[in-house]
């Protein structure tokens, strides 16, 4: 990904206040309540939540918080529902959840 392409994450909320602790948002596990609550206020306040569901998205991120939802790697279904989640998130058009799971409609 280009410098360009990823220059909104220099208004990141996440990056602006917690830039020095990476591991916040991206964890192996899910975080205490406490912090994921904490986490996702800050997103929702966050300036460029939209870009950053987009990038989730589009990657096809794994375990993390991203845009205020939490993607978790080991549960096929949480996966995709934070998916659709995110993709609302971004104004992204989502697909039919049977067409997610590669189920015929």
């Known amino acids: 990904m280009t410098k360009s392409a990823t220059r909104w994450r220099d208004r990141a909320v ?8 990476p591991e916040l948002w991206t964890p192996d596990r899910r975080p205490p309540r406490s912090v994921r609550v904490h986490l996702e206020e800050m997103c929702r306040r966050c300036p460029v939540r939209r870009q950053c569901a987009a990038e989730a998205v589009s990657t096809a991120a794994e375990c993390g918080m ?9 549960h096929q279904r949480s996966w995709l529902a934070a998916m659709v989640e995110l993709g609302v998130i971004a104004g992204m058009a989502t697909p039919a959840p049977e067409a997610q799971l590669g189920v015929p409609a």
């Open 14 to 21: 996440c990056h602006l206040e917690t830039g020095a602790a």
């Open 66 to 74: 991203y845009a205020g939802v939490w993607v978790s790697q080991l």
